[in-house]
């Protein structure tokens, strides 16, 4: 017949249970997941093309002012403008416009006819492709 083994119980004393926990807590703060370090990279190829887009859009409005300086207001517009027309049109290689509509108005004929003509007298436009884009990017935003 076996006896029981006798099981002898150690009574920590509360000053090690606070040392144990204290330095449970600093071994948990000083552990951090830092994540691995990101590969440098350049700018993404989209970012290029659409600061090239942007630039060809600002240099296509200066050309588009610079050729109808009898419509440019100086000053500061109206408070209520009375029309606003935003035209599409596509351009070549070379900056002609080769195609233009009315994209967007709120009817004034007069206005959209403007919009229209201002258009034509800037052709040709700057080429798209010394913008640094290619003719299917420029025309097709």
Known sequence: MSHPVP???HHASPGRHVTVVVAATVLAAACTITPPPRPVTGV???AVRSAALDRYR???AQRILDRNPSYVLHGAPQAMLRSLVVVAFTVDRNGRVVESS???T???DEAETTALSTLRRA???PPPLRAGCST???VSN
Do not use: I, K
């Open 102 to 104: 009315v994209y967007r």
């Open 44 to 46: 993404p190829p989209a």
């Open 7 to 9: 099981v002898r119980r």
């Open 123 to 125: 052709s040709p436009l």
């Open 106 to 108: 709120n009817g004034d």
């Open 136 to 138: 299917r990017e420029a």
């Open 58 to 60: 600002a240099d296509v």
